[in-house]
Antibody, heavy 119, light 112 residues
């Protein structure tokens, strides 16, 4: 059974940092691209970052470029998102998710971890 | 960036009746490999999103056949043939043809 479990969220001050983690199990982690998607309270979905370790490809949304860093550890089957220079508008639930069959769809999602940026 | 525009943003529907959601992209979603990477997701209250439809019209594993997708190029539609109580939630279209991936604003499906 595919499982994605996020952790690392919490309260951070503006300008602060957090490291989000996503523990993956039940599939061959290294062969699938993975993404982070966030959802601000009461708002829609916003794609944040993409990583394919198989093809050494990384992409970021303009809104987080230079501040967030996506990475993965295939040995630990884990995905990470280092979030620095946090802003109020980064407050959101952060989901990790698996990209399936090339770019066909995002087929498995974690339950999310809440990041709150506030002084 | 490709802008995804959904209509309506809210859809009150009677149980057992059909529902339809439209999604329009600001440019063609046909990728160089000939595929169109348009998918539909459902987000029930308090839950993460769930994949319903991929590549315009393919139902994902376990998705009831009352859900169907259609369209081409820049215009796409999600249809629910007979709405059930468990279908309440927000529906998003999403394109993965080009980075950045983008989502529609979401359509809230509620029961009248």
């Amino acid at each position: 059974e595919v499982q994605l479990v996020e952790s690392g969220g919490g309260l951070a001050q503006p300008g602060g940092s957090l490291r989000l983690s996503c523990a993956a199990s039940g599939f061959s982690f290294s062969t699938y691209p993975m993404i982070w998607v966030r959802q601000a309270p009461g708002r829609g979905l916003e794609w944040v970052a993409y990583i394919s370790t198989r093809f050494s490809i990384i992409h970021y949304a303009d809104s987080v470029k230079g501040r967030f860093t996506i990475s993965s550890d295939n040995a630990k089957t884990s995905l990470f998102l280092q979030v620095n220079s946090l802003r109020d508008e980064d407050t959101a639930v952060y989901y990790c998710a698996r990209v399936w069959q090339g770019n066909s769809g995002v087929d498995y999602w974690g339950q999310g971890t809440l990041v709150t940026v506030s002084s | 960036d490709i802008v995804m525009t959904q209509t309506p943003l809210s859809s009150p529907v009677t149980l057992g009746q059909p529902a339809s959601i439209s999604c329009r992209s600001s440019q063609s979603l046909v990728f160089s490999d000939g595929n169109t990477y348009l998918s539909w997701l459902q987000q029930r209250p308090g839950q993460p999103p769930r994949l319903l439809i991929y590549k315009i019209s393919n139902r994902f594993s376990g998705v009831p056949d009352r859900f169907s997708g259609s369209g081409a190029g820049t215009d796409f539609t999600l249809k629910i043939s007979r709405v059930e109580a468990e279908d309440v939630g927000v529906y998003y279209c999403m394109q993965a043809t080009q980075f950045p991936y983008t989502f529609g604003q979401g359509t809230k499906l509620e029961i009248k």
